[in-house]
């Protein structure tokens, strides 16, 4: 079996690691449970864009489609499952699509660098990393149709 694998930089193993590995599940996973349940209960206060502005218009579309509702709930099922641990492959799954979105908001429409977007995106690389065993078979080149 081939599997495409990353450049392996620094050890996977280590009580080091393992810290590291729980401090990002923590960040990124209260990150997204605190912020997509903001969206539903108001408790965070979020600056109003500028009127006529172009995130003001993007989120009169994506706000009263209910799009965001849907973001809000794949911020917190995706956060609460790589809190839990048990899942946390799964979570950085449904968290990625998020993610990729958040970045290309800030660099298409707002146009302003987001130093926690930036680094919710370092978070979600360095997870995805120390869980690769998980995301490998993905990459397998040599796949064979189950029936």
Same mark, same amino acid.
């Given at each position: 079996m081939r599997v495409w694998y990353f450049p392996i930089v620094f050890a996977r193993e280590g009580s080091v690691m393992r810290i590291a590995?729980?401090?990002?599940?923590?960040?990124?996973?209260?990150?997204?449970?605190? +912020?997509?349940?903001?969206? +539903?209960?108001?408790?965070?206060?979020?600056?109003?864009?500028?009127?006529?502005?172009?995130?003001?218009r993007f989120f009169g579309v994506v706000g009263t489609s209910g799009w965001m509702d849907v973001v809000a709930v794949c911020q917190i099922v995706g956060g609460l499952l790589?809190?839990?641990?048990?899942?946390?492959p799964l979570g950085l799954v449904v968290?990625?699509?998020?993610?990729?979105?958040?970045?290309?908001?800030?660099? +298409?429409?707002?146009?302003?660098?987001?130093?926690?977007?930036?680094?919710?995106?370092?978070?979600?690389? +360095?997870?995805?990393?120390?869980?690769?065993?998980?995301f490998a078979p993905v990459f397998d080149t040599n796949t064979r149709q189950v029936s």
């Amino acid at each position: 079996m081939r599997v495409w694998y990353f450049p392996i930089v620094f050890a996977r193993e280590g009580s080091v690691m393992r810290i590291a590995t729980l401090l990002a599940r923590v960040l990124l996973g209260g990150l997204f449970v605190v +912020f997509g349940l903001n969206f +539903f209960l108001h408790f965070l206060a979020m600056p109003a864009p500028e009127p006529d502005s172009a995130p003001a218009r993007f989120f009169g579309v994506v706000g009263t489609s209910g799009w965001m509702d849907v973001v809000a709930v794949c911020q917190i099922v995706g956060g609460l499952l790589v809190l839990s641990g048990f899942l946390t492959p799964l979570g950085l799954v449904v968290l990625g699509p998020v993610i990729v979105n958040i970045q290309l908001y800030h660099l +298409f429409i707002d146009h302003q660098f987001v130093p926690v977007a930036a680094g919710v995106a370092i978070l979600e690389i +360095f997870l995805i990393y120390r869980y690769w065993p998980h995301f490998a078979p993905v990459f397998d080149t040599n796949t064979r149709q189950v029936s």
